[in-house]
């Protein structure tokens, strides 16, 4: 009986129940470094669905995961005590009870000193977990990566928030220092030529996908050392990678950037007084061999390792 478990990292990978990187899955936070947490949730979308499916594709992706990371050098399970904290308990026909759940559910595993690695998900998930981050570590520093700026206006009177408006907010609730906010990869037909410039009045310093491939990566790296000061989110929308890299997600955007492009921005905040960290947008019914998924748990790795070398 003992020699097969119900999970575990001495199974192999197509074995046992999908926890990520087969970490135990565990509500008991005492001594854990590292939680992970699931936001299984939609309807914060406005094209199309499916990314409720994304923390389980995601878990499952992650299971082929080895434990050592040879480029930043480091093997995060051995430094790093971690946890599958299950997901966020959602309702999926109300955005604002969801959004409840998660600021409580994060506000809760940070305080025991955690961090927190949040798989999403739509990104309208960013803007509770930005607020239980603020509350105990006053406003961030954050790093958004995206193909889109969402800090759009929301076009529902009646309902302020989907995952097109949560930078909207995060700004103007005061959730994000001034100056240390960038969106990075941006690109896509606008819903008017002000966009930008609204992101800029609201404080956002967005970097378009040209301006990326025109510098290089190690440049637009620069950038956010010299600007992030602080306590440091950092927040990762799929589509920014290109749809031949990440088709499975619901608003696509041609011409991104490419995996490795990804992973080498993410390595680059190695330095940064890193806090938090969420991925979101992955639509597992959109995916083809998974591959959007498998970047997405690689993304989620690379994260963890800075977390083991900080
Ligand atoms: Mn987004
Ligand atoms: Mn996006």
Do not use: C
Request: glycine fraction near 10%.
């Amino acid at each position: 009986m003992n020699d097969n478990p119900a999970f575990g990292a001495g199974l192999q990978p197509f074995m046992g129940i999908p926890s990520f990187m087969r970490l135990p899955a565990s509500r008991n936070l005492k001594d854990i470094d590292v939680a992970i947490l699931g936001v299984p949730f939609d309807s914060g979308t406005s094209y199309r669905t499916g990314t409720r499916f994304g923390p389980r594709k995601i878990r499952e992706a992650s299971l082929m995961i080895w434990g050592h990371n040879p480029t930043l050098n480091v093997t995060p399970l051995k430094k790093l005590q971690a946890v599958d904290y299950g997901d966020v308990s959602v309702i999926p026909t109300s955005i604002e009870h969801t959004m409840t759940a998660i600021a409580n559910t994060a506000a809760e595993i940070i305080q025991t000193g955690a961090k927190l690695i949040t798989l999403g998900g739509d990104h309208s998930i960013a803007l509770p977990l930005l607020r239980a981050h603020a509350k105990k570590h006053g406003p961030v520093s954050l790093i958004h990566i995206d193909a889109h700026i969402d800090t759009w206006e929301s076009e529902f009177e009646a309902v302020p928030y989907s995952h097109g408006t949560p930078f909207r907010y995060a700004l103007q609730e005061g959730l994000i220092r001034k100056d240390e906010y960038m969106q990075i990869g941006i690109r896509g037909p606008l819903s008017s030529e002000h966009d930008y410039a609204d992101a800029k009045k609201l404080g956002a310093r967005t970097v378009t996908i040209h301006e990326v491939m025109e510098k290089g990566v190690k440049e637009i790296l620069k950038e956010i050392h010299q600007r992030m000061k602080g306590p440091t989110y950092v927040t990762v929308d799929i589509d920014s990678a290109d749809p031949a890299f990440a088709p499975g997600t619901g608003t696509p955007e041609v011409g991104g950037l490419t995996s490795y492009q990804l992973l080498q921005l993410i390595r680059g905040l190695h330095g940064l007084n890193l806090i938090g960290f969420d991925l979101v947008e992955v639509s597992p019914p959109f995916d083809h061999g998974d591959i959007t998924a498998i970047l997405a748990a690689n993304l989620a790795f690379e994260y963890l390792s800075l977390l083991a070398i900080q």
